[in-house]
């Protein structure tokens, strides 16, 4: 005797009677007879009965397959009848009682190229102004903060600095140390023609305080603090925990942007002051190694030719960086979907807009300084 799953399709004039049996368990294939009813829904007949005889245990394997055969019924316009058990009849109401969410699900047709460049066009004012409102929620979140009013925790506050500061020092090191000697050789493959080598350590000196200082922490910032802020808050929103702060009275800005963006505005400054120091150090290395410059003559033209305003100027550069790297950062964790691939959409975007917003910064202020002569 059968104890699989049975479907038995009966026909009298236009109406079909679709009765179900045996038992139905996830592990067991539809039997045969299940395609025949499915056909006979999809506009094979006027009107549809559904009756169960022999029904044993039954799980969601069922369940899915009525679910499809009212469906199709539905689709081709045939009327259904329910003489289920209440049990089930329930469950199959409850399937249809509330309609798909409108774009929940995929759509199989490919956008074009000018359909994807359309939308994500339309898309930049939504997406200016949400940023806009996460920018004015971190403006009244120090506002907050200076009245004495945060939520924000000394401790995170402290941990944030020394991530982003202490932890970060290798890596600066490493990245300054060989800028200055590239920045060393290239201009001593020019100044050499000329018998100038000693203007090297001019180049090096205003180039890593001025601008390239800054402009190589600030990379350094956006590839290791902006994609793991993006990603820490990110995972917070896809376990629920930015909810719960919310829930709970916490303001999610104060408790978790805040710190991350006063610390990064106040370590990134200290880290320009310590890669232009490495610079210094690599194309010091590079005269007095490689292009037989005195080791106190090196360093007496680097102090004249260096003005002090320059390291002042890098100082700005790199607090501006800062606040760049620690918003976007933010910005996109605070914004994450709720799965995996979003998490890592999110990381990845934050890392592009900290570079491009740099790169952006770092142009602008430049011509400010050209314009104001400094």
Not at 27 to 45: F, N, V
Not at 215 to 241: D, F, H, K, L, W
């Amino acid at each position: 005797m059968n104890t699989g799953p049975q479907v038995s399709l009966r026909r009298d004039g236009t109406e079909c009677r679709v009765c179900v049996g045996g038992s139905w368990e996830l592990s067991s294939p539809w039997p045969p007879e299940a395609g025949d009813a499915l056909r006979a829904a999809d506009g094979g007949c006027g009107r549809l009965l559904l009756t169960a005889e022999a029904l044993r245990q039954w799980d969601s394997s069922l369940l899915v397959f009525l679910v499809r055969l009212v469906r199709l019924a539905r689709a081709a316009g045939v009327e259904v009848v329910d003489t289920l058990p209440p049990g089930l009849s329930r469950l199959l109401r409850l399937a249809f009682a509330v309609p798909p969410k409108e774009g929940a699900q995929r759509d199989a047709r490919d956008a074009g190229l000018l359909e994807r460049l359309g939308g994500s066009v339309l898309s930049v004012p939504a997406r200016i102004g949400d940023f806009l409102e996460f920018l004015g929620d971190a403006a009244l979140s120090f506002w907050r903060f200076l009245l004495g009013r945060s939520h924000m925790r000394p401790q995170d506050f402290l941990a944030a600095m020394y991530e982003c500061g202490v932890c970060a020092l290798p890596i600066i090191s490493i990245t300054s140390l060989l800028f200055g000697l590239i920045l060393a050789f290239v201009g001593a493959v020019q100044l050499q023609q000329f018998g100038a080598q000693l203007y090297v350590a001019g180049l090096v000196g205003i180039g890593m305080l001025r601008v390239m200082g800054a402009v190589m922490v600030g990379v350094v910032m956006s590839g290791r603090m902006g994609a793991s802020y993006a990603a820490v808050i990110g995972t917070m929103q896809v376990n629920e925990e930015v909810d719960a702060l919310s829930t709970t009275g916490l303001s999610p800005t104060d408790f978790l942007v805040l710190p991350r963006m006063l610390a990064l505005a106040l370590m990134t400054p200290l880290l320009t002051v310590y890669a232009d120091l490495m610079g210094i150090l690599g194309g010091f290395i590079v005269g007095v190694g490689m292009l037989d410059i005195n080791a106190l003559e090196y360093m007496s033209a680097t102090v004249s030719m260096v003005n002090f305003r320059h390291g002042l100027i890098g100082l700005v550069y790199g607090a501006v960086f800062g606040v760049i790297v620690a918003l976007f950062g933010c910005y996109h964790g605070m914004r994450c979907g709720r799965s995996a691939l979003a998490v890592g959409r999110a990381t990845t975007t934050a890392v592009v807009h900290s570079l491009v917003g740099i790169i952006v910064a770092t142009a602008i202020i430049t011509i400010i300084c050209n314009l104001l002569n400094i």
